[in-house]
T-cell receptor, first 113, second 114 residues
């Protein structure tokens, strides 16, 4: 089972910041938080990841709470092209170094014109 | 630098047939993971190959098998196809097999089983 909880859907006005929340209350100290998004029928696109500190790249910012039990993905100026399903994932290291990604249901983000 | 590529884009098979899907990993990557995504669901992990050996497997039957070649490209083989095997099959490559190694996904192969 996925170790994260996300709202099933969210709306955001074009040009505004989209803030996507994610709960991962059972995260352990060496597990990373990753965000991917998937535009209809395409492969998931990597957005950003972090361990403890807040992270920023050209696509988004990732804010992780101090207790690491939740995080927020911020798209600073949402455009219609940001309409997608956003997956928050905790990376679980398995036996023999296998590195499966366990996807939950994600948040369907609608950007409204 | 090329990204992850998959072939074919679409495929139609009938129940009981066998299928082979192909994935070319991103340059410099030695790890390939395969996922199955049914309509309306998130991707489900099938297995991972690291340096030509299987390095972990999800809850899929043995008729799902794979290979990784010396150039780190990979194949997913599915025998005795069932209707429920209809899905988008995704591969992802990463520089190595670890939680800090970002997996980059290809565009997927859409398999329809009739």
């Amino acid at each position: 089972d996925a170790k994260t909880t996300q709202p099933p859907s969210m709306d955001c006005a074009e040009g505004r910041a989209a803030n996507l929340p994610c709960n991962h209350s059972t995260i352990s100290g060496n597990e990373y938080v990753y965000w991917y998004r998937q535009i209809h029928s395409q492969g998931p696109q990597y957005i950003i990841h972090g361990l403890k500190n807040n992270e920023t790249n050209e696509m988004a910012s990732l804010i992780i709470t101090e207790d690491r039990k939740s995080s927020t993905l911020i798209l600073p100026h949402a455009t219609l092209r940001d309409t997608a399903v956003y997956y928050c994932i905790v990376r679980v290291a398995g036996v023999n170094r296998d590195d499966k990604i366990i996807f939950g249901k994600g948040t369907r983000l609608h950007i409204l014109p | 630098e090329t990204g992850v590529t998959q072939s074919p884009t679409h495929l139609i098979k009938t129940r009981g047939q066998q299928v082979t899907l192909r994935c070319s990993s991103q340059s410099g990557h030695n790890t390939v993971s395969w996922y199955q995504q049914a309509l309306g669901q998130g991707p489900q992990f099938i297995f991972q190959y690291y340096r030509e050996e299987e390095n972990g497997r999800g809850n899929f039957p043995p008729r799902f098998s794979g290979l990784q070649f010396p150039n780190y490209s990979s194949e997913l083989n599915v025998n005795a196809l069932e209707l429920d095997d209809s899905a988008l099959y995704l591969c992802a490559s990463s520089a190595s097999a670890g939680v800090a190694d970002t997996q980059y996904f290809g565009p997927g192969t859409r398999l329809t089983v009739l």
